[in-house]
T-cell receptor, first 114, second 115 residues
Framework: KQEVTQIPAALSVPEGENLVLNCSFT??????LQWFRQDPGKGLTSLLL?????REQTSGRLNASLDKSSGRSTLYIAASQPGDSATYLC?????????????FGQGTILTVHP | KAGVTQTPRYLIKTRGQQVTLSCSPI?????VSWYQQTPGQGLQFLFE???????NKGNFPGRFSGRQFSNSRSEMNVSTLELGDSALYLC??????????????FGSGTRLTVV
């Protein structure tokens, strides 16, 4: 059974800092890994999708890496801003009987203060 | 292009009642998945539908059911509501068959409160 863990559970940083969010998963047989952002009471906004054959993806100030063999992914946020404050979730998409199912971590609550 | 649309946004129901939630996927997407989000359990997979067929199912009791129509719109139904069913219910759409390298797009969710 796939399990996804995110560290840290919460993070508070001053504006302008570069930061790293971590995600680990127990079963390396995944199709892809997706990072999402969730604002309080809202749905999920997709940030980055990394296919199993890729090592990293970049979008603006965000960079996500994937090491499938070790079951790890990191989300790097450069020059953080107060608007980045949200919960960040990683989710892996498995194969076999898990096809079509995303398994989520518990999320990292990020607070960026001015 | 329009995103994933979920209706209604908010619902308040009484224990024992039943409820139906609706999800319209992105145009051209044929797969619709449902998730339950609670503070204690986080995001948990309910089921996925593709071409009107349930393709995968999570570990939820039979009170939770769903269906998909020929236009890919999906509904989920919860019967005999319990207090513990209070949650944010999220719908996600994806292309469907052969889309293993594509991601999911989520709707804004339906907030269900059971009193």
């Amino acid at each position: 059974k796939q399990e996804v863990t995110q560290i840290p559970a919460a993070l508070s940083v001053p504006e302008g800092e570069n930061l790293v969010l971590n995600c680990s998963f127990t079963d390396s047989a995944i199709y892809n890994l997706q990072w999402f952002r969730q604002d309080p009471g809202k749905g999920l906004t997709s940030l980055l999708l990394i296919q199993s054959s890729q090592r990293e993806q970049t979008s603006g100030r965000l960079n996500a890496s994937l090491d499938k063999s070790s079951g790890r992914s990191t989300l790097y946020i450069a020059a953080s801003q107060p608007g980045d404050s949200a919960t960040y979730l990683c989710a892996v998409r498995g194969g076999g009987t898990s096809y079509g199912k995303l398994t989520f971590g518990q999320g990292t609550i990020l607070t960026v203060h001015p | 292009k329009a995103g994933v649309t979920q209706t209604p946004r908010y619902l308040i129901k009484t224990r024992g009642q039943q409820v139906t939630l609706s999800c319209s996927p992105i145009s051209g997407h044929r797969s619709v998945s449902w998730y339950q989000q609670t503070p204690g359990q986080g995001l948990q997979f309910l089921f996925e539908y593709f071409s009107e067929t349930q393709r995968n199912k999570g570990n939820f009791p039979g009170r939770f059911s769903g269906r998909q129509f020929s236009n890919s719109r999906s509904e989920m139904n919860v019967s005999t509501l319990e207090l513990g069913d209070s949650a944010l219910y999220l719908c996600a759409s994806s292309l469907g068959l052969g889309d293993r390298d594509y991601g999911y797009t989520f709707g804004s969710g339906t907030r269900l409160t059971v009193v």
